[in-house]
């Protein structure tokens, strides 16, 4: 049986922390930042944690 291939979309928009956790960017960011707080955009520089049931989903599209 051949091996599932890594879903591009999922690729792109996922990436594993060196800890493990499926880390995802935060939505609002790239578009009308100069109404949006210093602490808005900070926050969502970093980043945000899947989580829930959508990990198992989102592993299993990425392969890892």
């Not at 969502?44 to 198992?56: F, N």
């Not at 989102?58 to 392969?63: C, N, V």
């Amino acid at each position: 049986m051949p091996k599932q291939k890594t879903h591009s979309g999922a690729k792109k928009r996922f990436k594993r922390s060196t800890s493990g956790k499926l880390m995802h960017h935060m939505s609002n960011y790239f578009h009308k930042n100069v109404k949006k707080s210093s602490k808005m955009k900070r926050q969502a520089r970093r980043g945000k944690e899947l989580g829930g049931g959508q990990e198992k989903v989102i592993t299993r599209m990425i392969g890892k």
